[in-house]
Each structure stands twice: as structure tokens, then as C-alpha cells.
């Protein structure tokens, strides 16, 4: 896997005319946030800050142009669809939408490996997302060209758990020393599992409030654990609103409780209010992954605080600095 | 809304590198043929048929190269949904086609000023079609980019009534002085009631020929009636046909009949035939917004009057101007 | 049809900018194998090396830009789809994707020809997918622009059978005296008959091995044997397989049985494994249009003589080199 994993686009049919052959990531796959250092994040946070400041500046530029990016979505998302689509087009590159792939197992239908052997002939960077665990690792393990983990199951997101920390990097402009307080489904969320994993690279403090049975699971707090990181778990946000510097907001589903009475009596303790807001710091930022449905009160938008949709943005230039990056040209 | 509202795009975070900021519509959302003076509509016919010009000499060219176009689409329209993609890739823009949006009310999926203000981020300018009323408009509420309507139920799709205009004028050379009439269900068609409202402007006679209980609304007949334009309803097409200037025909659905018998009875008179067209004038030109079902005969395709398929490709020219001038551009 | 008839493109409103147009098979429909002569396909093949040339040194390049290519899919293929559209990318051209059009009889929805007449003026080339045998046929009548016919049901899927048989070129270097054995399903594939057709053009050797209610239909044999081509068929591959130069394997379904023991009886003659592979010449090549299912283990994907995923890149140079050509930039 990854970073230090021989290159694979040598392989390509394609030679690689003008690219930057010794560029860290060139011809890497992005499979999971635990194959990043420290370092890597830096060097990826800092090719993300000239995307932002090229998107700003002149909207979109011809890195990519000639490269072609597949889009092979076998579950809908809308979101992580339009915004690997626009970092791709925001390049100069081109984009094959491929949404309608109806999932079917080897027995009735073309299996993965083979799907991405044959996709690799027309596209130069494949970004998939598969609704099952380990699908990334698996395409990956085939195909010659680069692949991007655009989430997997109950398995890895990278390129959210990097644009969520991104996004705190660039509200805050520093990491070490923050308090990042996460709320909500802790147990299913991939996002919340994902930027903990991330955020232990740094000197910060975890605080978990959740409904007891969806607490953060065990292996994560160990993970973190070992890089003596302090976590703490709650009940309710109001013991730690005021301490916190980020608020990474989830939602609590009902269709998680057994006993509709107990999620009755827990919903309203993780809906964020613009009284919430209240007792926050004037320089805390409030973020969610999107799409939300009621688990932060469209009364917050307005606060500056509310980072939620700014965090899309980040989102989209740190997908134009890993796109940049595995094709060889940042 | 609109035409004299502040200008929204000031507010993005792309500096509008080389973009006319002085421009007329730059910045602007189109949601409603309301927001049109006659002036504006002559400034957007120019912009068009100066698209035409281009896209008859050289086919493409790069007015909107860098520019993105996110093409929201709740419901299916390949027609629509071609339309605008051509016309931003005949400028040389990108579009990210979002085609499988399905509609979720606010208690189960993404309420649609979060989805517009997520996909901002990504885009210059949304395209939106949706199948309630008002859709539109609450969009470009929240929106910091231009929004536009392409269809919100019963309610408005301005770009088909600018086409629909723009058709008339290149084939006729002229508006003020023209008889138009309106064939088939007047009472649903929310393209008649768009053309109807946009004519309104002009010095023309309107006739209405319908079955009764298909007619033109009555707020409909009022709103023309204020600008003192003449209007007439009939039963049969045989009564106006030698008179018309332009034909503008819907279908009549079965499906708007209770009684079947009376479906039956009256289905026929509104059926454009070799025979019609024998009755009308040389110059008369036959119009319609397709698809067409029986409504028109196959064999009135190869009459010079029949004008359909050009109107098609009046359309691609209008939403190039539209997209030019909202991006600051034209 | 085809090859010899009026050139379309004239009658399109587009003035041919720099268009090529006195270049073979330009504004000509790809409609179906038969259309082509021993001299055309020398012509296209050609041009798909200089195409394959051309995507090794420089990934892509800017021959077709400014064109728009409709990809028009009444019923979906991924694989298609997205050859089609990287096809057209790596030429600096953009894609009109039309994916979800339901098909529906003329009574429900908009026929055909209407559907064309439509695109046509927003795209300068055609491609077309439809479960309707003759369709692509039909809407070559109707259109202005080129019509590429990408399958018709049981039809024809010309552009299948040219890289079909430009595989066997490139990977053996010459088609002349080379046997060629088709296994599987030879009564319902597609695939096989318009490949029969195109190699009865060469000096070759043809083996056909399928059960017996699978066989070559009585037409494609009779229609070979007018080029005095041997051929010969088999019900076991162990009786030719060693005298094969070129080896295109397709899948014997389940459902094509009535009587299931007589499918179990005989599936596995039909399955390609290594050990198949040891009786098989140093310098033989598989072939599979895939997807493939069962009917080649994964362990013979390794052997340098499986050339079923490098087919999946010829297929890229010939459809460039087919866009190019009805576009006249080749």
C-alpha cells in the first residue's frame, strides 16, 4: 500500500511526458489515512494552499490538461462525485462519470479486479467508491494506474478525514495544542474514525460525547491511545462546549435504536442551537461532513463560526492537490 | 430577484479574473420570464445570435474556458440536460453532470439551500431543475452563484419561453405585428403560459385554441390582457389557421379526460397534419417544445414551416448567451 | 449506407472549419462490418496506430477539440460508455453523457428519429446504444450528423468487431494466414458473427467450437463460406487448440439451456485454464469481449497470451481513430 510501495504508473503504457517522475506520491494509490505521516500531510496541506490560492485567483488552470480521471462510483454520492468531478475539470482534465454501476457479486457480474483492469486502459487516475470494506485495496492490488479511496464501506474515506483536517488547519492555523470535541453516531461514522486516526498525529486533546450505545469503539481509542493522545468521553456537550476549539458534529440516527423511548429521551443532547452556540469560544469552528439533516439548526448557518460549508471547499482543494500529486505534476 | 438585484457573485470566493463585472446579467439568477424587460430581451437575442455566428463559423471557442457548470437535474430531462451541457462545452466550459439527484423532502435527505451551498463550492453556475414549484427561487436565495431555473414543476422554465421567443424572431425576422396561436392543453402547459407572458411585451394577437376544459388560466388571460394585447379563444384550429403567423402546439393528454369519450371526441382537432398546413400561410412557421407524440404528424417534418427541430437548435444559442452573460462574459 | 453514400455532414448547419473534407469517411455513419472493404479497414487501422502512437508519447491531445460526441445509451454499458468517452477526451473533444434514457414505444415517448433530430444540434457525432435491432439504421436516416452504431440488440456492434480484429493485427503482427477458433456461444454472441464477417475478408482459417444448441447460425457460415474460407466446427476445444493461432473465447450462459444437465454436462469444455493453456502455441492469443464471468480463470490472467484486457485498449485507438475519421480530422 501507499507511500513507500513501489510506483506503479512505470508500468503505465503511458509515457509519462512531463511529469515529475520524483514527486513524492507520483503513481500512489490513496487507500487509507494511516499511510500518512506527519510529513505527508504537511507536504499535502501545502499543495492544497496553492490550489486554494490558483481556484482564487484565476478560477482554473491546465495542470491536467490531456488527463483523464474515472469516476467509478458504485454506490451514489452525489457530493464526493461533483467535487472529485470539479477538482478534475478545475485542472484542465477530463472526467468519466460512471454512476450507474449496479453492484453484483462474481457469480452474476463482472468482478472488481477485472472492472479496473479494464477502466485503466481509458483513464490515468481511477477514484472509486464501493459500499464494501477493502474494495479499494483490492482494486488497487490490480490496476497499474493510481487509485483514490473515495470510501469503501465501513472501511476508510481518506481524502474526507484530510479535507476535515484541512479544514481545522486553515480555520485555526494550527493544530498542536487544539481541543477537538466530536458529537453524535461515534460508533458508525467513518469520518469521526478516520480524523481521530489523523488528529493523533498531533499534540491535541479528543473529546467524545455520544449516546452510550454509540460510543467511539475500543480499537480507535487504543490506536490513539498509543500515541498519548488524552481522550475523554461524555454524555452531554454542554460539560465540554465551552473547551472546545473544533465541534465535529454527526448525526445521531433513529434507526440505530432498538428502543425508540431511549432515542427519544438522547436526540435533542446532540443538536447543535445557536443557544449551543452560546456557550461556545468566539474562535471555535462548528463542522459536519454533509449532508446533515437536522443535527445542527439552519439558525447556526449564519454564525461565523459555522464552518460546514467552507469545509466543502477545502474539500475540493485538497482533492485537486492529491490529484495533482498521484498523476505527477505537484 | 434578478435583473436589478445587488449582484451576487461578488460575494464568491473567485476573484472574477477578467470577468466584465459591468456586464448586464452578470452575477444574475434567471428564474422567471417576469424579470425580462423588452430591452433585456433584445440585449440576450443579440448575445444569441452572435453565438449562433460563432458556432456556425468555428463550432466552439473559449469564452468560458476554466468555467464550470453544475447541471442539478432532480427530475430526468435529456433534453434540457443536453441543451446546457452543449451550450457550456460549446464555450469551452466544464459541466458536472448530477442526474440521479433523488428528491428527498427535508425529514429524510439534504434540504436544497444546503445542496446548492455545497455545490458552489465546486461550481460557477447551477443549472437547476426541480420538480416543485418555488425550487428555484428558495435556491438562489441561499446561492452565492448565479442559479438557473431550468424547470420547478408548475411553475417557470425561462429558458424555453427566451428560446421559444428567440425561435419566432430569427424565423420571422420580427415580432411586433404577428399573429401567434396556441394549440392543446393551455391549461397545464407551463411553456404556453411563459411564451404567452413574454409576447405580452410585444404587439401581437394571441389566439388560444383548446378544448374547454384545457384552456388558458384565467390569471393568465388577465396578466396579457393588461399590456392590451388581443386574445381569442377557440375550439378548432380550422377557425385561425389562416390567419397564424406561428403555430404553437402541446399535446393533449389522454390522461387529463375523465371521460374518455370526450377525449375521443376532440382528440383530432388538435392534431397538426399535411392537410392543416394546407390552410396555413407560406411563411406560417409550426412550433413546438417536444417531445411530440401523435400531436404532429411525422409527415408534416419535411414542410419548410415545421420549425421544431431549428427551434431545438435555437435554444442551444440562447442558454450559451444566458451562461455567457451571468458568468460576466458576454 | 455507409461507405458510399452522400456525405452527411455538408447539410449540417456547423461550416466544417478545417475539416478534412475530402478525407475518407468523412460525415459518414458507422453502421455496421459489412460496410467495410479489405481497404477501409487497412485505412482505419492505420490511422489507430498513429492513434496509438500518439496516447503512448503524449496521453492526449487536442485533434478534435471544440467537437462535441452525443453518447447516447438507451440501454447501459459501462464498458462502452466509458471507451466512448475517453476516446473522444484523449482527442481534446467533450461528451454530452446520456445515460438514463428510458426506452419507450412510440406511443409513450419520443421516438427515435425525433430523439436524434434533437441532439444533433447540440453534438457534431453520435454514438448510439439501443436494444432494438436496426435502430442505429434507422437513426443514420434521420440524422444530419454522423450515427455510431455502439449495438443494436442483436444487431450489429461494428466498432466491437474492429477492435476485435485489430487485436489479432497488433498482437500478431499480420491476419493472413492465421487460425482463428471461436468458442462459446457462437449462436447468440454478437461479437463472433461480425467478427466472422470481417476476418472472411482475410485468408484465415476459422473453428468454431459450441455445444451443439450454441452453433454459428447457418447465415454467418454461408455468408463466410462466399469468401472461400475453411471452416470447421467442433463440440471439444482440445481438438483445435493446438492449431490456433488466436483464441476468442465468449461465455456459455446458464439460460440458454432448457435441460440443466445438459448444461452441466457441458460447461466446462468450454472454460479456459492453464492447463488449457498448455496444450495451446507459445504465440497464441485469448481473446474476450468481456466481462467475462467464469469461462477464463483468473490464473490464466498472468499468462503473457492472455490478451483480453490489452483488447480493451485497442478498442480506445479504434473508436479515436473512427471519431477522427467521420469527424474529418484524419
Same mark, same amino acid.
Given at each position: ?12 503504457? *503511458? ?16 487507500? =487509507? ?10 507536504? #499535502? ?14 478560477? =482554473? ?11 467509478? $462510483? ?9 467535487? $472529485?468531478? =470539479? ?19 462474481? =457469480? ?14 481509458? +483513464? !490515468? ?10 474494495? +479499494? ?9 493510481? #487509485? #483514490? ?7 476508510? @474515506? ?7 483536517? $484541512? ?8 493544530? !498542536? ?8 453516531? &461515534? ?5 469521526? @474514525?478516520? %480524523? +481521530?486516526? &489523523? %488528529? ?37 456537550? !454542554? ?7 473544533? &465541534?465535529?458534529?454527526?448525526? /445521531? ?9 431511549? *432515542? ?7 443538536? #447543535? ?12 469552528? /462548528?463542522? @459536519? ?10 439558525? /447556526?448557518?449564519? !454564525? ?27
Amino acid at each position: 500500500m501507499a507511500l513507500h510501495t513501489p510506483r506503479k504508473i512505470n508500468s503505465s503504457p *503511458y509515457l509519462p511526458f512531463g511529469d515529475k517522475q520524483d514527486a513524492p506520491f507520483y503513481g500512489k494509490d490513496i487507500l =487509507s489515512v494511516k499511510q500518512f505521516s506527519r510529513a505527508d500531510i504537511d507536504y #499535502i496541506f501545502g499543495v492544497a494552499r496553492e490550489m486554494e490560492e490558483m481556484v482564487r485567483r484565476i478560477g =482554473s488552470f491546465d495542470l491536467l490538461k490531456g488527463k483523464i480521471l474515472a469516476n467509478l $462510483f458504485y454506490e451514489s454520492s452525489t457530493r464526493t462525485f461533483s467535487s $472529485f468531478t =470539479s477538482a478534475m475539470e478545475r485542472l484542465g482534465g477530463s472526467v468519466i462519470p460512471i454512476n450507474e454501476v449496479r453492484y453484483s457479486s462474481v =457469480s452474476k457480474g463482472e468482478s472488481l479486479p477485472d472492472t479496473v483492469r479494464s477502466l485503466e486502459s481509458y +483513464a !490515468d487516475v481511477i477514484v472509486l467508491r464501493h459500499p464494501e470494506m477493502g474494495s +479499494a485495496e483490492l482494486a488497487a492490488k490490480y490496476a497499474r494506474k493510481p #487509485i #483514490i479511496n473515495a470510501g469503501d464501506g465501513m472501511g476508510e @474515506h481518506p481524502t474526507q478525514a484530510l479535507l476535515d483536517l $484541512f479544514t481545522i488547519m486553515q480555520e485555526m492555523r494550527h493544530i !498542536d495544542g487544539l481541543t477537538v470535541t466530536m458529537v453524535g453516531d &461515534l460508533k458508525y461514522g467513518r469520518t469521526v @474514525h478516520s %480524523l +481521530a486516526r &489523523l %488528529l493523533a498525529l498531533y499534540d491535541v486533546r479528543l473529546n467524545y460525547v455520544s449516546p452510550d450505545i454509540l460510543k467511539m469503539p475500543a480499537h480507535i481509542l487504543e490506536e490513539v491511545k498509543q500515541h498519548n493522545i488524552p481522550q475523554a468521553e461524555f454524555n452531554c456537550l !454542554d460539560d465540554v462546549i465551552a473547551q472546545s476549539d473544533a &465541534l465535529y458534529v454527526t448525526r /445521531v440516527q433513529k434507526e440505530r435504536f432498538e428502543d425508540l423511548d431511549q *432515542y427519544e429521551g438522547v436526540k435533542n443532547a446532540f443538536v #447543535i442551537t445557536p443557544e449551543t452556540m452560546e456557550s461556545a469560544k468566539e474562535e471555535m469552528i /462548528v463542522m @459536519h461532513p454533509l449532508p446533515r439533516v437536522g443535527e445542527i439548526r439552519m439558525e /447556526v448557518d449564519d !454564525d461565523p463560526r459555522a464552518a460546514y460549508f467552507r469545509q466543502v471547499e477545502y474539500g475540493l482543494y485538497v482533492r485537486m492537490a492529491l490529484l495533482a500529486m498521484v498523476l505527477g505534476k505537484a
